[in-house]
T-cell receptor
Framework: GQQVMQIPQYQHVQEGEDFTTYCNSS?????IQWYKQRPGGHPVFLIQ?????EVKKQKRLTFQFGEAKKNSSLHITATQTTDVGTYFC??????????FGGGTRVLVKP | GAVVSQHPSRVICKSGTSVKIECRSL??????MFWYRQFPKQSLMLMAT?????????EQGVEKDKFLINHASLTLSTLTVTSAHPEDSSFYIC???????????FGSGTQLSVL
């Protein structure tokens, strides 16, 4: 079945630095979504990417969908303490359910 | 934005009892609702997909007689953990979507502890 993998599993970042988390699917996706779950909270939708090579920005967050529509990345610049949480990608192959990756747990060192 | 309400947020019960968790979409009609289980510091494991008026579709390895799902209306789905045991202790979370390929709106989750 479809598998979605995320790396790294943990990301320790110094406040103010940039980092990137990667998402890879075993199958070609029709779309990919990103969610953020704060500690003790529930996942909150961030963005959906649909087109091959698509790039979307939300303030300090940049999301990219690979040309082959099998991978995606989330890049955060100038990390802040409010960025703490777990970032999940979730991929959907055509006609299939959404499959979540394992998540990247982000810790920010002040 | 759309709101999904999930109750209770926390429940502690004795082994052998049943626990019902409700998931409501407050300001939209959810064509599909999903139930997940999440262990500490792990990802969301899809348990079942629930469509209004039809039987839930369970993922492989999830016992349908253990985890009863009822989707009686376009705004309400319930998950009943029957004869709960300590190994059923977990964080259960529901989500809803307004249409196919749409984003998910998550409930706040239910932390179940079975003694």
């Amino acid at each position: 079945g479809q598998q979605v993998m995320q790396i790294p599993q943990y990301q320790h970042v110094q406040e103010g630095e940039d980092f990137t988390t990667y998402c890879n699917s075993s199958t070609t996706l029709s779309n990919i979504q990103w969610y953020k779950q704060r500690p003790g909270g529930h996942p909150v939708f961030l963005i959906q990417l649909v087109k091959s090579g698509e790039v979307k920005k939300q303030k300090r967050l940049t999301f990219q969908f690979g040309e082959a529509k099998k991978n995606s990345s989330l890049h955060i610049t100038a990390t802040q303490t409010t960025d703490v949480g777990t970032y999940f990608c979730a991929g959907r192959a055509a006609g299939n359910k959404l499959t979540f990756g394992g998540g990247t747990r982000v810790l920010v060192k002040p | 934005g759309a709101v999904v309400s999930q109750h209770p947020s926390r429940v502690i019960c004795k082994s052998g009892t049943s626990v019902k968790i409700e998931c409501r979409s407050l300001d939209f009609q959810a064509t599909t609702m999903f139930w997940y289980r999440q262990f500490p510091k792990q990802s969301l494991m899809l348990m079942a997909t629930s469509n209004e008026g039809s039987k839930a579709t369970y993922e492989q390895g999830v016992e349908k007689d253990k985890f009863l799902i009822n989707h009686a209306s376009l705004t309400l789905s319930t998950l009943t953990v029957t004869s709960a045991h300590p190994e059923d202790s977990s964080f259960y979370i529901c989500s809803a979507q307004t249409g196919a390929d749409e984003k998910l709106f998550f409930g706040s989750g239910t932390q179940l502890s079975v003694l």
